[in-house]
């Protein structure tokens, strides 16, 4: 079984927000740095790892992700600020090495 991640990117200003999925986050973040990858994160500089989740199973990360794709925007931000209030880029500061794991 492989972990999955979902996560969300953003602009400087905290604006704009892509939502993806990845069993790779670390080499995922850095692909959108680099402007490699997807066409939306390069056009509205997307590069900023604002939220993320790790998850047992990487088909339980691509359900959340079409979940948290469905949602308004207001509850986006609340899920974000609930752990990243300042809506710091989390790669800045390391990932967890053992973040909690979600089952969903």
Not at 25 to 34: D, G
Not at 42 to 68: H, M, N, P, S, T
Request: with cysteine; aromatic share 12%.
């Amino acid at each position: 079984m492989k972990i999955g991640y979902v996560y969300i990117m953003s602009n400087v200003k905290r604006t704009v927000f892509y939502i993806g999925v990845t069993s790779d986050l670390e080499e995922r973040v850095a692909q959108h740095k680099a402007n490699e990858g997807c066409t939306f994160t390069k056009k509205y500089k997307l590069y900023f790892l604002v939220y993320f989740e790790r998850i047992f199973d990487i088909e339980g990360a691509i359900k959340r992700e079409k979940q948290l794709k469905r949602w308004h925007r207001k509850w986006k931000l609340n899920l974000i600020r609930s752990i990243n209030p300042d809506m710091k880029d989390l790669i800045l500061s390391g990932l967890p090495a053992d973040p909690e794991t979600s089952s969903r």
